[in-house]
């Protein structure tokens, strides 16, 4: 078991590097990992100034929001006893895209504070959806369609935001068109709380694995359960809520990344499941992201599409393994 898992994290690890210099290499200008490694900080080359301020910046933000969707993802399931739960799926990202874009739209000079704008979105939406589904005592059908009920009037309200004003900001467009033309400050913005947020999330990995026993049997131990979840869902919704902030909505990573680290590592374990899914996070939207990119050379398809191309086939899957649909 401590052989497969360590094989498993220097497999994923290597992957992971080998694509991050493939998605550095890729791409309309043609330039050698060379010229990158000794003129990367230069002024002189412009091809090396192009993969610097634009190509670097996505690389960086596909990995921390690929990371953070994740184990956002991970530590929602833990919370809602769920296997179905992602941000993306019900509600919570398209409530922070709700802020955000009203924020940016009405004060786009207010752009440092769409992280805190996102993060009360996405509260919001996850206290709706919990609200409605716990009558149902959280089943996972009724999640599901609560959630997609949540995500669709907060999508709606978004895209109303969006029309209001004859011109929408600048900021406020960006904010949904994935990991294209951003800068070096959008990174900053996400390596800080989205890192803040992974740190905490170590913290908690103990006490997901303890709501993984009956609530009768927490209360016997003398368990804060109702702390623990609200800490648990506090900092699930502050990691999707900054990736939202940053790189806009992306659905299925944090349904798909936990699954596949649960049948990769075959274990519960939330301190050997949380750093795997970020590797794994960040490795899987790399790829999507660099192949949306690559594909068709003068198109780019965004990352968050080709996830969901992905996803719906992996959520129907899914609720069909649960036996939620027969």
């Not at 009203?102 to 769409?114: E, H, R």
């Not at 294209?180 to 999330?201: A, F, I, N």
């Not at 009956?214 to 919704?237: H, K």
Request: aromatic share 8%; with cysteine; charged share 10%.
């Amino acid at each position: 078991m401590k052989n497969r898992v360590i094989w498993l994290y220097v497999i994923v690890t290597t992957v992971l590097i080998l694509a991050i210099l493939w998605s550095l290499l890729s791409g309309s200008i043609s330039i050698t990992f060379w010229e990158i490694a000794t003129q990367l900080f230069s002024s002189g080359n412009e091809n090396v100034a192009i993969i610097r301020d634009l190509r670097l910046p996505r690389i960086i933000l596909a990995l921390f929001a690929g990371a953070a969707l994740s184990v956002s993802g991970l530590l929602l399931q833990a919370v809602l006893k769920n296997p179905l739960a992602d941000a993306g799926v019900i509600g919570i990202s398209a409530g922070a895209q709700l802020f955000v874009l009203s924020l940016l739209t009405f004060s786009p000079q207010m752009y440092n504070w769409s992280p805190v704008a996102a993060f009360i979105g996405g509260s919001i939406a996850c206290v709706l959806v919990f609200l409605f589904s716990i009558r149902s005592g959280l089943n996972p059908l009724y999640l599901i369609i609560i959630g997609v009920a949540v995500n669709a009037v907060f999508t709606g309200l978004g895209d109303l935001v969006s029309g209001i004003g004859a011109q929408v900001s600048s900021q406020a467009s960006g904010s949904a068109i994935g990991f294209g033309m951003k800068k070096w400050s959008d990174v900053s913005m996400l390596v800080g709380y989205g890192g803040l947020g992974l740190l905490l999330s170590f913290f908690l990995a103990k006490r997901c694995n303890l709501l993984a026993l009956t609530d009768d049997v927490l209360v016997g131990l003398g368990a804060p359960i109702a702390r623990i979840r609200i800490m648990i869902a506090a900092v699930a919704v502050l990691l999707a809520a900054i990736a939202t902030a940053v790189v806009g909505v992306i659905a299925f990573v944090g349904l798909l990344v936990p699954h596949m680290a649960r049948s990769l590592l075959k274990t519960a374990d939330h301190r050997i499941l949380l750093p795997f899914s970020m590797l794994l996070g960040g490795l899987l939207l790399i790829i999507a992201d660099t192949l949306g990119r690559i594909m068709f050379e003068q198109v780019e398809i965004p990352a968050a599409i080709i996830m969901l191309i992905i996803g719906g086939p992996f959520l129907i899957l899914l609720m069909w393994r649960n036996k939620v649909i027969r």
